[in-house]
């Protein structure tokens, strides 16, 4: 079974500094990694996703995230964030041959002034 | 292309009675899962269609169920619905449902039950 850790469950950050939300995944199989994130009122959006390949993933926004699999982490990272940064966001993982993803509790980001 | 739409956005209903949810995929997508979000639970999986099949099914009791029509428009419903049945619920697509695939999200139909 796999299953999804968000370490934080809230991360208040000033405008400008930078931030990490941390994930963790156990999984018996191969797995694919997502962050989503979601603004109030509004569903969720994609913001990068690891397939294979390079460990470091780059996606929308400025954030990137890195997959390190000896710790099983996927953690979100973002070198100077903005007030529209504030959201909740969201790990995900979707195991090999499956149809089914397991999100994380989701950690919300507060930026303040 | 238009984004994923469901409807209604908000409703309220009183224990004992049922609802049913509709979600429309955007257009070309054939798999549609569906999310139950709380703020004490998180995003819990419903369950997953494609092309009318069940493919798979979360934790849920039998009073949640779901259907998905040949234009692969879906519905979801609830029976007899309990006041733990109040949440945000989400309907996601993608093309085919695979394991890497993003999944696009609609914006949510807040269900409160009284």
């Known amino acids: 079974a796999q299953s999804v850790t968000q370490l934080d469950s809230q991360v208040p950050v000033f405008e400008e500094a930078p931030v990490e939300l941390r994930c963790n995944y156990s999984?018996?199989?191969?797995?694919?990694l997502f962050w989503y994130v979601q603004y109030p009122n509004q569903g969720l959006q994609l913001l990068l996703k690891?397939?294979?390949?390079?460990?470091l993933v780059k996606g929308i926004n400025g954030f990137e995230a890195e997959f390190n699999k000896s710790q099983t982490s996927f953690h979100l990272r973002k070198p100077s964030v903005h007030i529209s940064d504030t959201a909740e966001y969201f790990c995900?993982?979707?195991?090999?041959?499956?149809?089914?993803?397991?999100f994380g509790a989701g950690t919300r980001l507060f930026v303040k002034a | 292309k238009a984004g994923v739409t469901q409807t209604p956005r908000y409703l309220i209903k009183t224990r004992g009675q049922q609802v049913t949810l509709s979600c429309s995929p955007i257009?070309?997508?054939?798999?549609v899962s569906w999310y139950q979000q709380t703020p004490g639970q998180g995003l819990q999986f419903l369950f997953e269609?494609?092309?009318?099949?069940?493919?798979n099914k979360g934790n849920f009791p039998g009073r949640f169920s779901g259907r998905q029509f040949s234009n692969s428009r879906s519905e979801m419903n609830v029976s007899t619905l309990e006041l733990g049945d109040s949440a945000l619920y989400l309907c996601?697509?993608?093309?085919?449902?695979?394991?890497?695939?993003?999944?696009?999200f609609g914006p949510g139909t807040r269900l409160l039950v009284l």
């Open positions: 996601a697509s993608s093309q085919q449902g695979r394991e890497a695939e993003t999944q696009y």
């Open positions: 999984s018996s199989v191969s797995v694919y």
């Open positions: 690891y397939l294979s390949g390079s460990t």
């Open positions: 995900a993982v979707t195991s090999s041959g499956g149809f089914k993803t397991i």
């Open positions: 257009s070309g997508h054939r798999s």
């Open positions: 269609y494609f092309s009318e099949t069940q493919r």
